[in-house]
């Protein structure tokens, strides 16, 4: 792990996505935090003494979701299929699949290994909320607030776009594995990894962090808020700035779009290797995004804090 110092930073963004603003001063105290997400390897030894068992290894229970299509009630979770054509941008039914089967141990699938693709030093993915909680627990540690990530993510540079500065390719140089081309059909590869790739693949920040941008998004402890409060609206006694924030409420970060399914949703940070040009430049440190917390994926992971 590695010491961040506390300090206050602008939060947030403009120009990009709305969901961003407003930019806000905030206050994070000192803690510490992975130095990459959590492996394969590492995931693998808290299976090894604890016995547990992931959400996408458990089928899922038709009395909670209603309206659950037949033959749906098979463990499995969501991988990313490209599609061999352009597609409307707008419907990711074209580019995601619900792969029975599918798990951390099995990322694309029954018949795919973490063994056979020598993926121990990858982010472990097909994680949901309550696996990424259990580990953390066993770990001793806990999962960073949206600021703390967003924190950790800039590495003492205020203000820039991107972990490393303004500029997404420095010289040509891939700073991090995201989609190069035209998504989701084309990826060049330009970075050398068509999926995840393992830890410590591209440069650290400037605090030593590896892979806080792209690679695979990272579960954080907040609940889900469409638009952040200004702090004078939220906190009317903190002046200008907000002390270690915590994000919404479970109310708040219920899904609007199925209001007969009280499943919540947590912050997701830091984009993954299908953020693109063309689609979702969430490639940074101020983008974020909800996940429903009974959701895993092939493109999410986590890492862990200890609070100071």
């Known amino acids: 792990m590695r010491q961040i110092e506390g300090g206050t930073f602008s939060m947030g963004s403009v120009g990009w996505y709305p969901e961003e603003t407003p930019v806000r001063r905030v206050r994070v105290d000192s803690f510490w935090i992975d130095e990459t997400p959590v492996t394969n390897r590492q995931f693998a030894a808290f299976v090894a003494a604890t016995g547990h068992v992931t959400a996408a290894q458990i089928a899922p229970d038709p009395k909670l979701y209603p309206g659950m299509l037949p033959g749906m009630d098979v463990a499995g979770s969501l991988v990313f299929s490209p599609t061999s054509q352009p597609v409307a941008l707008d419907d990711f039914s074209q580019w995601w699949r619900f792969t029975f089967g599918a798990d951390w141990r099995h990322p694309y699938g029954p018949n795919s290994s973490v063994d056979d693709l020598d993926l121990w030093d990858h982010p472990v993915v097909h994680v949901a909320w309550h696996d990424v909680s259990a580990y953390a627990s066993w770990a001793g540690k806990d999962l960073p607030t949206e600021a703390e990530h967003e924190f950790a993510a800039r590495g003492g540079l205020e203000g820039r776009d991107f972990a490393w500065g303004d500029e997404l390719a420095p010289d040509g140089r891939m700073m991090a594995n995201y989609w190069q081309g035209l998504f989701p059909f084309a990826n060049t590869c330009d970075d ?13 920040n400037g605090y030593g962090l590896y892979d ?8 954080t402890r907040d609940w889900w808020e469409d638009n952040p409060a200004p702090p004078r609206k939220k906190h009317p006694q903190a002046c200008c700035t907000i002390s270690n924030p915590r994000g919404g409420t479970i109310k708040s970060s219920l899904d609007r779009d199925q209001p007969g399914i009280r499943i919540g949703r947590k912050v997701i940070k830091g984009g993954s290797h299908l953020c693109a040009a063309n689609y979702c430049q969430r490639y940074r440190p101020a983008a974020r995004h909800p996940e429903m917390i009974d959701t895993s994926t092939s493109h999410i992971g986590f890492r862990c804090v200890v609070r100071a």
Request: charged share 20%; proline share 10%.
């Open 192 to 204: 050398g990894w068509e999926r995840t790739s393992p830890v410590r693949s591209y440069p650290a």
């Open 212 to 219: 806080m941008i792209g690679n695979v998004w990272e579960w």
